[in-house]
């Protein structure tokens, strides 16, 4: 399959669709009343509908809001690659001074995790999914690409707030302390591929550059 060869490791984020990031905002804000409206039943939340890019077929995403779910009480939102349904949990967020915009931005980011999941052509090759238990978590080709979207989402979201000098700076150095602060969160992640698998570190930037600043 020569466009998985293509776009595995490459410096180029996953491709979304255009329409995309409505869809996105979309769920997100239903994500957001739904967990300020109290509801303590299961809703669905709604469905993606977009054409994925590397095979240019029709995907429907159906998406569910859940209250509270023990099972799932350390899980934000996830994505089923066989049942091909994506799922946030809001209650299971950590977010100490909430408020509508931030909780926005949060569940935004977790979203676009998830979403990065259902468009990626490794989903697409039959079974992939599956057997991955005995690859690091952190080290896996599908994960590294979801958190590549969801760390450049999450820089999107607080531009405003971060000096673009400084980001570049980082970019060019291996100095965590000069990482934008509205990466604290991922900062275990950042450390772990650091240390750990330091391709992914230099496609993680190279991806940011080109995305922020090339």
């Given at each position: 399959?020569?466009?998985?060869?293509?776009?595995?490791?490459?410096?180029?984020?996953?491709?979304?669709?255009?329409?995309?990031?409505?869809?996105?905002?979309?769920?997100?804000?239903?994500t957001v009343e739904y967990y300020f409206s109290q509801q303590n039943?299961?809703?669905?939340?709604?469905?993606?509908?977009?054409?994925?890019?590397?095979n240019n077929q029709l995907n429907s995403i159906p998406t569910i809001i859940h209250p509270f779910t023990i099972e799932f009480k350390n899980t934000i939102a996830i994505f089923n690659p066989q049942k091909r349904i994506l799922s946030i949990f809001p209650y299971h967020h950590n977010i100490k001074d909430?408020?509508?915009?931030?909780?926005?931005?949060?569940?935004?980011?977790y979203i676009y995790h998830e979403i990065t999941h259902a468009i990626d052509p490794k989903f697409l090759i039959e079974d992939w999914w599956r057997n991955r238990q005995d690859v690091d978590y952190l080290l896996r080709e599908e994960e590294f690409d979801?958190?590549?979207?969801?760390?450049?989402?999450t820089i999107k979201n607080n531009i405003?707030?971060?000096?673009?000098e400084n980001l570049k700076m980082w970019l060019k150095t291996d100095n965590t302390d000069l990482m934008p602060g509205c990466l604290k969160d991922h900062l275990d992640i950042i450390q772990y591929w650091k240390i750990n698998k330091?391709?992914?570190?230099?496609?993680?930037?190279?991806?940011?550059?080109?995305?922020?600043?090339?």
């Open positions: 399959m020569n466009w998985y060869k293509k776009i595995i490791l490459s410096s180029k984020n996953i491709q979304f669709p255009d329409d995309i990031e409505e869809q996105i905002d979309e769920i997100s804000n239903k039943e299961k809703i669905f939340g709604g469905t993606f509908n977009f054409i994925n890019p590397y909430i408020n509508p915009s931030n909780f926005f931005n949060y569940i935004k980011s979801a958190y590549s979207k969801q760390i450049e989402q405003n707030d971060i000096n673009i330091p391709i992914y570190m230099k496609k993680l930037k190279q991806r940011l550059y080109n995305f922020f600043i090339g």
